[in-house]
Antibody
Framework: EVQLLESGGGLVQPGGSLRLSCAAS????????MSWVRQAPGKGLEWVSG????????YHADSVKGRFTISRDNSKNTLYLQMNSLRAEDTAVYYC????????????????WGQGTLVTVSS | EIVLTQSPGTLSLSPGERATLSCRAS???????LAWYQQKAGQAPRLLIY???SRATGIPDRFSGSGSGTDFTLTISRLEPEDFAVYYC?????????FGQGTKVEIK
């Protein structure tokens, strides 16, 4: 059974950094494309970052490019999102998600989702 | 970037009624790359439909998707109590992939 478990969210000041983790089970992360999708309070869904399959190319939305980095540790079967220079508008629940099929550049429809982790950027 | 506009914003219906949700794209979307999700309060989204009309695993057949080009529709044939939720469409054919703003289906 595929399971995704996010952690690492919390309260951080503007300009600060945070690293989110997504522990995967039921499949081998190293060969799978994955993404992070966020949802601001009371708002809709926004794709944030994606990483390809075994090639490992990474992709980011313009809103986070240069500030966020997606990566994975194959030995731990864990996906990460390093978030730097955080802004108030980055406040959201962050979900890791596994696509049903992968169409390059981070694109895919998401069959499996974690429960989400809340990031709050505020002074 | 392809903008997806969902309508209506809120749909007030009674259990047993038919729900029709619309998703309009600012540019043509290949029907291969259009999905629908259901999200209940405090939960992660759940994939309902992919490829515009294919039901995901375990999704009841009262959910159906249709459409092509710039106009897509999600239909719930007879609303069950557990279907009252927010629904999002997503296009994943063009970068960046984008989501609609959602339609809330509420109990009338």
């Amino acid at each position: 059974e595929v399971q995704l478990l996010e952690s690492g969210g919390g309260l951080v000041q503007p300009g600060g950094s945070l690293r989110l983790s997504c522990a995967a089970s039921g499949f081998t992360l190293s060969s799978q494309a994955m993404s992070w999708v966020r949802q601001a309070p009371g708002k809709g869904l926004e794709w944030v970052s994606g990483i390809g399959g075994s090639g490992g190319n990474t992709y980011h939305a313009d809103s986070v490019k240069g500030r966020f980095t997606i990566s994975r540790d194959n030995s731990k079967n864990t996906l990460y999102l390093q978030m730097n220079s955080l802004r108030a508008e980055d406040t959201a629940v962050y979900y890791c998600a596994k696509p049903m099929s992968y169409y390059g550049s981070g694109k895919g429809c998401f069959e499996y989702w974690g429960q989400g982790t809340l990031v709050t950027v505020s002074s | 970037e392809i903008v997806l506009t969902q309508s209506p914003g809120t749909l007030s219906l009674s259990p047993g009624e038919r729900a029709t949700l619309s998703c309009r794209a600012s540019q043509s979307v290949s029907s291969t790359y259009l999905a629908w999700y259901q999200q209940k309060a405090g939960q992660a989204p759940r994939l309902l439909i992919y490829g515009a009309s294919s039901r995901a695993t375990g999704i009841p057949d009262r959910f159906s998707g249709s459409g092509s080009g710039t106009d897509f529709t999600l239909t719930i044939s007879r609303l069950e109590p557990e279907d009252f939720a927010v629904y999002y469409c997503q296009q994943y054919g063009s970068s960046p992939q984008t989501f609609g703003q959602g339609t809330k289906v509420e109990i009338k």
